[in-house]
Nanobody
Framework: QVQLVESGGGLVQAGGSLRLSCAAS????????MGWFRQAPGKEREFVAT??????????YYADSVKGRFTISRDNAKNTVYLQMSSLKPEDTAVYYC?????????????????WGQGTQVTVSS
């Protein structure tokens, strides 16, 4: 069982930056592929970024809409995954969810992730 707790959301102006964190419980964090998804009001949950399981860094994969602006990373010693968001746009406004899955590859599909956090709100004003 893995519990995930997101933090770092808030209100930011367009063009600004935020860093989201996701703290995971358990001793096997490094064996999980971690993902970030988001859901805007009235829209379906969509993939943002993922980083594969790794004893060190992991491979990353991004949605086209955030590529070049967002960076996902993980710190296995701290059981934490991060999402550094830069050049934020109003269309990035959403609840951001952290997820964990026992998969050996990167995946943009929410069904591949078994565990989910409660989400953190990110609001980008124009």
């Amino acid at each position: 069982q893995v519990q995930l707790v997101e933090s770092g959301g808030g209100l930011v102006q367009a063009g600004g930056s935020l860093r989201l964190s996701c703290a995971a419980s358990g001793r096997t964090f490094s064996t999980y592929t971690m993902g970030w998804f988001r859901q805007a009001p009235g829209k379906e949950r969509e993939f943002v970024a993922t980083i594969t399981w790794s004893w060190s860094v992991g491979n990353t994969y991004y949605a086209d809409s955030v590529k070049g602006r967002f960076t996902i990373s993980r710190d296995n010693a701290k059981n934490t995954v991060y999402l550094q968001m830069s050049s934020l746009k109003p269309e990035d406004t959403a609840v951001y969810y952290c997820s964990a899955g026992r998969i050996s590859f990167y995946s943009p599909h929410s069904n591949d992730y078994e565990y989910w956090g409660q989400g953190t709100q990110v609001t980008v004003s124009s």
